[in-house]
Each structure stands twice: as structure tokens, then as C-alpha cells.
């Protein structure tokens, strides 16, 4: 008997090849469509039908099923809240990490063994291996696309139970096989914007569920130098939308978000590209999700990204009280913003990762 893996079908490339790669491979494939998104759309802008009619157009083309599912009260109940709750905080969430965690290696992950499947697969560009029935994660080959730090929450059982057939290959070998395969997502653009939700205008999107309050945009020295529209709408390190000109005396250089007063509603910023209110030489992150067995190897000296993207940066964790812990970087890093994920690596692999809740600058 064959194994069954169920594809997590986004409408995009990435899953349309992970796809045909697993039925090239022998396995018996099927594809699942998520619907996670169904508040009102006051733009107009609805990319889940078109994203549900690619799907559905690639699994013809493969000769695959496509099952279809909603998770949308899901969504909003794990996901949605949390990241308005963090924007009202005055921190910066990132919705991917829980969407991963809470639906795509949960409730997708429970649905697809409902349905009979083996395995489940998505369109990231990760690797999984597992050791003692528990799934290891490690960086893809293409690195500029790699897409662990998204992945660092997901529990190890999800992943010894989860496949990403394109972790082995580069970007621009999905696209050729994709075009080969004259499947019609083969120039589809990478998605972007919020995750489940797409591309909108963010300022109009959050105002639809937060109530702005505007206030103060002090520099580094306490003088009030502007208005801000509502902290929720700024992120450390943000030079533009700020409104603020050139000042009288003043220097040339452009304003950055350097941080936030919560309790007085006050944006404060600073001038200059390497002002030192933008460099943090460690920071307090929240329990560790562990990946790999390291918890108890503490004080651990290792590497670690801050944002996606960045490049590994060197780094001592060491424990701190309520279960929290000490990050100090080799060399101060730029814009760490409370609210957004430190990932922990080791060479190739993922250690796993934390919340930050605080900048040591």
C-alpha cells in the first residue's frame, strides 16, 4: 500500500511542485485547500477564491483530489487575537510563527490523519529529519528562501509526521519545473502581507479593528517634535511614514523609530542611520521552544537571527528568572523589536526559538 501524504495547497508555486514532486516519487498524493479568512473585505480585495481556483486547477492537472477546509474561527481564536493583542501592547507580532504553529502543523496537521493521510507536506523551504520518532529542523538548501525562523514553534512530533519535498532544491529550480509543467502557477509572485489574510493596506486594515490613539513623537533628548498617528502603526528601526521634516539647527540625516513609551503614548525617535538607541547588545526572550535537546547545555554559545532574513549572528544564552532568558550578541545588532522572534541554529539546523521581550540596550 502506498503512503498517503495530504499537500497543504496554497495556490502557489511552491505547494504546486512539492505536489508533483511527492507523486513523482511514488507517494499517493492529495492536495487541502485551508480557508482561514472570513471577515468582511471592505477593499474589495479577495485572493482565497483565486488562490482556491489555482489549487484546484493544478490538482486537475496533477490528477490529485483536492479536499477544501475552513479554520477560520480557529484562526482568529489562536492567531488573530494574539497578534491584535500584541499590536495593542505596542509591540510588533509576527502572525507567520503562529500560523504555522497553531494551523498549518496543527489543525491542518489533525485534519489530513482524519482523513486518512501518513504525512502532510507544504510548499516551505525547511528540511526535516527524525531521530527517536521526533523531527529535527534544518535549514533548506536555498538559503535566501529558507524559511525555518517560521518554523522554529512547531512541535517535533508535528514535524516527524510533515514532508517539504522542496527543501532540497533552489528557488529557481521550482519555477523551471513549474513552467515546464506549464502549471499555472508557474509566475505566480510569491504571497505576501498578512498571514491567511494577503496583501492589504495595513494602516486601513488595523484601524478596521483597533482604535488609534494618536500622541507625541519626542527625539532622544525629550522634545516634542511631532504627532504620531498610533503606536500600533510604527516598528523599531521604521524611517518611513514618520512626518517628520528637517528641523531648524538640525542635522540632515533621516528620522528613525528608535522606541516606545506605552504608558505616555510617546513614539521617541533619533537621527542617523547608526544612532546607538537603535543597537541592542542583548535581549530578554521568553521560554525557549526547544527543537534540540539543548535545554539543560545552557549557558549555550550559538547563533541566531532576530528577523528573517538576517544573517546568523553569534550569541551567549544563558538563564534568567520566570523561566526567561539572557541573549547577548557578539557584536550589537539593530532594530530587535519586542514582540517578534529570536531563532536559535547550529550550523545547518534550527534550534528553536523564543519570544523577545526585551531589548538590553
Known sequence: ?????????????????????????????????????????????????????????????????????????????????????????????????????????????????????????????????????????????????????????????????????????????????????NLVTHAKKDSTGICFIGEKRFKTFLNEFMLAKPGNIKNSLGETIGRHDGLMFYTLGQRQGLGIGGMRKGLEEPWYVVDKDTTTNTLIVAQGTHHPMLYSQGLICGPIHWLADYKNALPLTCYAKTRYRQTDQGCVISPADNNQHYVMFSNPQRAVTPGQYIVFYEKNQCLGGATIEQIIR
Open 1 to 181: 500500500m502506498k503512503i498517503k501524504v495530504i499537500v497543504g495547497m496554497s495556490g502557489g508555486v511552491d505547494s504546486s511542485v512539492a505536489a508533483w514532486l511527492l507523486r513523482e516519487q511514488g507517494y499517493e498524493v492529495e492536495g487541502l485547500f485551508m480557508k482561514n479568512w472570513e471577515q468582511d473585505d471592505k477593499d474589495g480585495y479577495c485572493p482565497a477564491a483565486n488562490d482556491l481556483a489555482d489549487a484546484q486547477a493544478v490538482c486537475t492537472q496533477l490528477g490529485i483530489p483536492l479536499h477544501t477546509v475552513n479554520f477560520s474561527e480557529h484562526y482568529l481564536q489562536r492567531v488573530f487575537n494574539h497578534f491584535l493583542n500584541e499590536y495593542e501592547s505596542g509591540r510588533t507580532p509576527n502572525p507567520d510563527v503562529l500560523c504555522n504553529k497553531e494551523i498549518k502543523f496543527n489543525a491542518f496537521l489533525k485534519h489530513a490523519l482524519d482523513l486518512g493521510a501518513d504525512f502532510i507536506a507544504t510548499g516551505h523551504y525547511a528540511r526535516v529529519r527524525v531521530n527517536n520518532g521526533l523531527g529535527e529542523l534544518f535549514k533548506s538548501k536555498d538559503r535566501e528562501k529558507d524559511q525555518t525562523y517560521f518554523l522554529h514553534a512547531v512541535e517535533p512530533a508535528a514535524l516527524a509526521k510533515t514532508l517539504f519535498p522542496i527543501g532540497d532544491y533552489l528557488k529557481s529550480q521550482v519555477r523551471e519545473f513549474a513552467k515546464a509543467l
